[in-house]
């Protein structure tokens, strides 16, 4: 019996260091944790596993693995449907540019990731749309005020919403906890504007929740209030933040002061 | 004749779009279920391969779990047949190494200071020999989770095995890896 018990908090665990864990049940957890020293030392060395893992060097494809492998598929054709193609290539001169112009984006593609084009169309997308950015930002904040809590990831830990945003996004922010400027870290939830999915941190201030969305660096949407709520958007080098909240104007600048300050400089990569 | 060029122009298009942006993330699975860098190039070659012919069958769901579901596949099968005693499935841990994790690992009642724990005193060689050491089966588990940083419902995808059969492989692997980097001190 003891036995099974413990075997359930080893899985708990492992289901919370991966962020796996549904709100309710993370919550439950912490607070655990915070009481119980053995498990807490399980926990460390959880995550001191981890960060050994992760700092092990990373194996690169080799060059000219993907080259072979686009010979390789070309070879693999059925010869019949081949032969014509082939016959017919000269009378059509814009092919071969076209299938060596298509490689190159592809190789591109392949290194760079979807990271890259991702964030351009991102950029692109919201040139158009500068202010639905606002409405839909704040949209986002309605709903989670509606749902039975404001964030999909519920934990006070940094080192649990990060990683958690980290599993799940291109590219996450950094999340400091600012209890003690009255801004305590409650969770994160992933919004999704125009159709990307992008990190939102939520703070508690008081009673009052303030959602802090991150959306790729591009220009601020202006200072405003919509549907009641305020909206304040600044941005640094790797985002721009949008914050929404009920809490006043001058307590949204306050709350953007912290969340700069406490915003430790991104990690270089 | 014109109606499978077409066919065929179009199966290499969604190969390209399905298959290609995960290359780097196939290769890196490759290289920890293979252990070294020419097996790892063979099965992504091979991967490719079948991920090309089998493209109909992808399902427009989860391009990055169905590319790296033929990548495991794929390098299941290579070892078994080109080195049938590298890969090591058990079901259960030997008696040993289940003693072995209850002396010495997390569930031992000595509690570490903040010291010892803050770093396993560890190399990168010493970590990836004892991530070799693993049976396959937490190996891959920890290296989707860790190096691919999947979540649960994808490794399950991949692994073709039930969640909970992920988090207790998850939880079992890593305690081992524990277990075999803490015997170093």
Redesign the interface.
């Known amino acids: 019996m003891i036995e099974s018990m413990?075997d359930n908090d080893?899985?708990q665990?492992?289901?919370y260091c991966?962020?796996?864990l549904d709100p309710a049940s993370a919550i439950e957890f912490e607070r655990r944790l915070a009481g119980d020293?053995?498990l807490k030392?399980?926990h460390?060395?959880?995550l001191?596993?981890?960060?050994?893992?992760?700092?092990?060097?990373?194996?690169?494809?080799?060059a000219g693995?993907?080259a072979?492998?686009q010979s390789?598929?070309d070879a693999?054709?059925p010869a019949q449907?081949d032969r014509?193609?082939q016959v017919s290539r000269p009378v059509q001169p814009g092919r071969p540019r076209q299938r060596s112009w298509?490689f190159q984006a592809?190789a591109a593609?392949?290194?760079f990731?979807?990271v890259i084009s991702s964030s351009v169309m991102l950029t692109m997308e919201r040139y158009d749309r500068h202010e639905d950015v606002a409405r839909e930002v704040v949209a986002g904040h309605i709903r989670s005020l509606l749902a039975p809590q404001p964030f999909d990831v519920a934990s006070s830990d940094r080192h649990t919403v990060k990683p958690w945003f980290?599993?799940?996004l291109p590219e996450s922010p950094q999340v400091p906890d600012l209890a003690a400027q009255g801004f305590v870290l409650v969770g994160g939830r992933v919004d999704v504007v125009g159709h990307d999915p992008v990190a939102t941190i939520v703070y508690k201030h008081a009673k009052h929740t303030v959602s802090l969305t991150t959306l790729p660096a591009g220009p601020s949407v202006s200072d405003q209030t919509i549907a009641g709520y305020n909206v304040r958007s600044w941005s640094d080098a790797e985002f721009t933040y949008i914050a929404v909240s009920d809490i006043p104007p001058e307590d949204l600048a306050s709350f953007e002061r912290a969340f700069s300050e406490g915003s430790p400089a991104p990690e270089i990569k | 004749m014109s109606v499978a060029i077409v066919q065929n122009k179009d199966e290499r298009a969604v190969f390209d779009e399905v298959f290609l942006p995960h290359m780097a993330e196939a290769y890196r699975l490759a290289q920890w279920l293979t252990g070294n860098s020419y097996d790892a190039e063979d099965v992504v070659q091979d991967a490719a391969l079948r991920a090309f012919r089998g493209i109909k069958s992808f399902g427009a769901v989860n391009a990055r779990a169905w590319s790296l579901t033929i990548v495991r596949n794929t390098a299941y099968s290579w070892l078994t047949k080109n080195r049938p005693k590298a890969t090591v499935f058990t079901d259960d841990l030997s008696t040993a190494e289940q003693q072995g994790l209850e002396h010495e690992g997390p569930q031992g009642a000595r509690i570490e200071t903040p010291e010892e724990i803050a770093l396993f005193k560890a190399d990168a060689e010493e970590v990836q020999h004892a991530l070799t050491q693993l049976p396959a089966q937490f190996r891959e588990v920890i290296v989707l989770r860790e190096m691919n940083q999947l979540n649960y419902r994808d490794i399950a995808e991949i692994t073709n095995v039930p969640i909970g059969t992920v988090m207790s492989r998850l939880s079992r692997g890593r305690q081992l890896l524990i277990a075999l980097l803490g015997d170093r001190k």
């Open positions: 413990r080893e899985l665990m492992n289901a991966d962020g796996e020293e053995t030392a399980q460390n060395r959880l001191s596993l981890r960060r050994t893992l992760r700092s092990l060097p990373q194996y690169d494809v080799p693995l993907q072979r492998i390789a598929l693999d054709r449907v014509p193609r298509s592809l593609a392949a290194v990731g979807a980290t599993s799940r």
